[in-house]
């Protein structure tokens, strides 16, 4: 066998193993590397009262509410999986609305409410001009339908 | 490959070369830029702001192409002893470690308006941040163990073993947004086709051509600034030895 050999092997092997390491260290990471819990994970792991988390789903369609302070708002977040409700008083980011992603920083409270002290707009992976806006994407088609 | 092994050799093709990708690349991405800016429509949601995405994209891609040049690069040094691999690592490191940073940049201006914040410790943008200080650590290292003597320019293979070592980054940063919940939206590109229109879409194709062969022609331009540098040495010390 040639020293070249001797040395491709070597090499491969070794970035064989790094890659198995990469992989498996990730794959140990993966729930404390999630950037937030989604409403799913709350109801199955249970997230105690006043432990600061985020919380990430999607805001649910007619569950925006506006307190009568004018600061106040309270919305629905759900992943499909489960709902939780949650409350926010200061400003919103501007692509915040129903029906689109939302990360919540704060805390829940005792009676399962999360209140808010931050709120972030999450922006999905569709792009599309205002003359669409009629449409919708298809996530399993991953195609631009017009809505009914 | 190893055709090309003759510095001499090598020059005479990527003297022509250089101008070759240079100015196409060039004209390609500016006539992206240019037609991603009054062209495109502005996007139903975050309005003007989705006109970074046709440098964003690019800087990231960039970013992770170097790396993944540089772990090419560095295999074909430890493995077959190519001495233009250990230059061509050097000369990739510098650009990919500014398309990465440039990638961060526009994606935290990016993200003040839709996300609300410049930046989050989120999947995506810490694995992103990784890598613009690997690219740091590898030019810190290749200036530290420079090479003597024959090999001299190119890094040296402990630097080529750390390019490697690296690469296990760029997997994850592709991955970030599928393991994790992330803020960063997922890939909105997939072998199934894309989530953005074509409309807004199309300049994309223009400015990642554009700035991949503008990428090209200066690594090649400082490849050959490396070469001609070795010259320029070795003829100082003929000279110095009389």
């Known amino acids: 066998m040639k020293a070249k050999h001797q040395r491709l092997i070597l090499a491969l092997a070794a970035l064989v193993a790094l890659i198995g390491a990469g992989l498996l260290a990730a794959s140990a990471l993966k729930d404390e590397a999630a950037y937030f819990y989604a409403p799913g994970d709350v109801k199955t792991k249970g997230v105690e009262p ?26 629905d977040v759900t992943d ?69 | 490959m190893h055709r090309f092994a003759n510095p001499a050799r090598f020059l005479k093709i990527a003297r022509p070369l250089t ?34 995405l046709y440098i964003h994209v690019p800087a990231a891609w960039l970013g992770m192409g170097g790396w993944t040049g540089i772990a090419i690069a560095a295999l074909m040094q430890l493995v077959w002893r190519h001495p233009l691999a250990a230059v061509a690592g050097r000369a990739i490191a510098a650009p990919g470690a500014l398309f990465t940073a440039i990638c961060l940049a526009t994606g935290s201006i990016w993200g003040r308006p839709t996300w609300g914040t410049w930046w989050e410790w989120d999947g995506r943008m810490t694995s992103m941040l990784v890598l613009l200080f690997l690219y740091l650590g590898y030019i810190a290292l290749a200036n530290a163990s420079a090479r003597q003597g024959a090999g001299q320019g190119g890094v040296s293979n ?6 490697l070592v690296g690469a296990v980054n760029i997997p994850i940063i592709n991955r970030s947004v599928v393991w994790w919940n992330s803020l960063h939206q997922g890939p909105s590109i997939t072998m199934r086709g894309s989530s ?47």
């Open chain 1, 50 to 75: 006043g432990k600061p988390i985020r919380l990430g789903g999607m805001v649910v369609k007619g569950s925006l509410k506006r307190a009568p302070d004018g600061v106040t708002i309270t919305f």
């Open chain 2, 158 to 163: 402990v630097t080529a073993i750390f390019g």
């Open chain 1, 80 to 148: 499909g999986k489960a709902t939780v409700p949650a409350t926010f008083s200061g400003i919103a980011p501007d692509l915040f609305k129903e029906g689109s992603g939302v990360v919540a920083e704060g805390s829940f409270d005792t009676k399962g409410t999360f209140v808010a002290t931050n709120l972030l707009a999450k922006h999905d992976e569709r792009y599309m001009p205002r003359e669409l806006e009629g449409m919708s994407y298809n996530e399993t088609t991953r195609e631009i339908e017009v809505d009914q």
């Open chain 2, 196 to 242: 953005i229109d074509m409309a807004i879409l199309w300049p994309l194709g223009l400015t990642l051509l554009g700035f991949t062969l503008w990428f090209g022609a200066i690594v090649l331009m400082r490849m050959r600034a490396i070469l001609a540098q070795n010259k320029v040495e070795a003829r100082m010390q003929r000279l110095a030895r009389g």
């Open chain 2, 19 to 52: 101008g070759w990708l240079f100015w196409p690349g060039l004209a390609l991405l500016l006539a992206g830029c240019a037609c991603g800016l009054w062209l495109t429509p502005a996007d139903y949601l975050q309005g003007q702001t989705v006109r970074i």
